[in-house]
């Protein structure tokens, strides 16, 4: 019997085709084969699909581009026992409820499945296996250089979260060999790691859920700087079943926390520049399990892990759960600050007209990287290239009639 991924990847044929398939056919090698769209969307996660559910209401001609082999894979990579800290009444992406009970917290490959459905079923011209090597402007539109060729495009819209590659500190290669070292985005279960102790470099919600994973076999040591910072509630608890999951996602991540609002504008900057608080896996439930706190690491003694008081720490195992670079040296556009983040104002980009970006961390709101707030950026963003696109046309006309 088919398994319910083998018949959505069937449903998927007519729509999803890998980049290997179409270099098959003869890719975009000649010139003459130059493919061209109004709206080219960079990744095919919860972001880009968001986005080509909009533009195909809107009827724009669009094609979505993903490096991945299958349409949700960047949950499918994700650690073996992850479950979404998520209810599934709040992981629905718009038009398709998340088919799980509203309360049940989906695993990731129930995720992945569900975005690879979503594609299906609103037929979104979504092409796997194509990295977008460089993106670039020539003759007033946007070239999207991939492993298969060029494509043209009006706009574009990179859609993707801003933690596309892991962020390692260069004295990890110092460790001695036989310590087992990875980053979290490597990490997927406990037959990982060798017997003995484990140090977890980095306390945000990968480091905490991890630790708890590992605790029951291991000793485990924690080391970061300060916390950073609790959800106030359980997500599993009756109170949260009932109301205060949804207060906290829609109300006050969705709507109180805003570039709109001043409280929103407040503590943007501390989002940005902070690991995320922890939602599930708290301090208190480290402590209980054993998880022993220990200062940063600054290097490593004798190929062991150097922790600021001069402590060496004595493990067979480093997880650096040490966060993300977003990813995006591909973008040879002036649209970065001198910090290196893409500058944009709620997704648009003003440097290089008819550029977006959805998905990144609080693009708008502090929802907007979540799955239930991704929906309402992408929506705007696709109605204000449906305007650029009227406009640019409006003025084309003007100009042929002119001459
Ligand atoms: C461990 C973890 C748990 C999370 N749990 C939750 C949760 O429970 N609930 C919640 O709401 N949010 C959660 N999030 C946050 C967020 O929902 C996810 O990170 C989600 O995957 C973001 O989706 P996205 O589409 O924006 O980006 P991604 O999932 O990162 O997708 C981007 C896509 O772009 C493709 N891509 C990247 N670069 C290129 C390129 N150059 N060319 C072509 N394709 C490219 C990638 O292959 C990928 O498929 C979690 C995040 C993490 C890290």
């Known amino acids: 019997m088919a398994t319910s991924a083998e018949k959505s990847a069937a449903r998927l044929e007519p729509f999803v085709e890998s980049g290997e398939a179409f270099r098959r056919l003869g890719g975009l090698e000649s010139p003459a084969a130059r493919e061209r769209y109004d709206v080219v969307v960079i990744g095919g996660g919860q972001a880009g699909l968001s986005v080509g559910y909009y533009l195909r209401k809107r009827g724009l001609r669009f094609l979505i581009l993903d490096a991945s082999e299958r349409v949700g894979d960047s949950w499918r990579k994700r650690w073996d026992s992850l479950r ?27 995720m992945g499945d569900y975005l690879e459905a979503y594609a299906a079923k609103f037929e979104l011209p979504v092409r796997t296996r194509t990295r977008v090597e460089r993106l670039f402007q020539r003759d007033g539109g946007f070239v999207v250089k991939t492993n298969a060729g060029e ?65 029951g076999a291991h000793e485990i040591w924690m080391s970061g700087g300060r916390p950073p910072g609790e959800a106030p509630i359980r997500m599993d608890s009756l109170a949260s079943r009932l109301v205060l999951a949804r207060l906290l996602m829609r109300v006050v991540f969705h709507r109180l926390l805003t570039v709109k609002t001043p409280m929103g504008r407040k503590v943007r900057p501390k989002v940005l520049n902070h690991a995320t608080p922890l939602i599930r896996v708290k301090g208190k439930d480290l402590a209980a399990l054993g998880v022993k706190r220990v200062g940063r690491v600054t290097g490593v003694a004798d190929g062991r892990p150097l922790l600021e008081d001069g402590q060496v720490v004595d493990v067979t ?13 591909w973008i040879d556009l002036p649209v970065f600050n001198e910090r290196g983040e893409a500058d944009h104002e709620a997704g648009v980009v003003t ?50 009639v002119a001459r």
């Open 351 to 400: 440097a290089a007209p008819g550029l977006y970006f959805v998905g990144l961390h609080f693009l708008y709101a502090m929802s907007s990287a979540m799955i239930h707030g991704v929906g309402r950026d992408a929506k705007r963003i696709v109605e204000t290239i449906a305007g650029r696109a009227r406009s640019v046309g409006a003025q084309a006309q003007l100009l042929s």
């Open 84 to 110: 979404l800290f998520t209810p599934a009444k709040l992981d629905g992406l718009v038009g398709m409820k998340f088919p799980a009970p509203s309360n049940s917290f989906p695993t990731k490959d129930e």
């Open 151 to 215: 494509i043209e495009a009006e706009q574009v819209v990179v859609a993707m979260a801003n933690f596309q590659n892991h962020k390692l500190p260069s004295f990890a290669r110092e460790l001695r060999s036989d310590i087992v070292q990875m980053h979290s985005s490597d990490y997927r279960n406990p037959a990982q790691l060798r017997d003995g102790g484990v140090l977890i470099v980095g306390g945000g919600n990968s480091g905490a859920e991890i630790a708890k994973e590992l605790s």
């Open 317 to 329: 195992n480093v997880i650096w759960c040490t966060g993300f670079h977003p990813g995006f040296s």
